[in-house]
């Protein structure tokens, strides 16, 4: 039985991402319709790589990050969304979401 329930109730799986290029640790992760990889770095650090919501606009989204976030609050972590290039979606994460502009295009929230 777990302990969190995302909005709307939705599972977090995980699995190693199968992929010949892949040497650094990275996970492959679904949550409802969203998708995409994620690995915890050094210094106690979640990064996403990639997200993907095959049905944009249901909310999954919102359950993705709440996952996340859930974790780095756990586990004392800070959250990482790596090379944000769509700017309708890092102005989000920075006014709506608590995040941070870091180097380059990433952007990170300490918790």
Known sequence: MREFKS????????AH??????????QVFK????????RSS???CYEILTIIN???????????????????????????ILEVWNKGFAKHLIEKRGFTKEKGDNLIKIF
């Open 42 to 44: 050094w210094p106690n």
């Open 54 to 80: 095959d049905n944009p606009g249901n909310g999954h989204l919102d359950d993705v990050l709440e996952w996340f976030e859930y974790s780095c609050k756990r586990d004392k972590y800070s959250l990482k």
């Open 31 to 38: 949550i409802g319709t969203c998708g995409g990889q994620w």
């Open 17 to 26: 991402w199968n992929n010949p290029l892949n040497t650094d640790g990275w």
């Open 7 to 14: 909005t709307h109730n939705l599972e977090f799986l995980s």
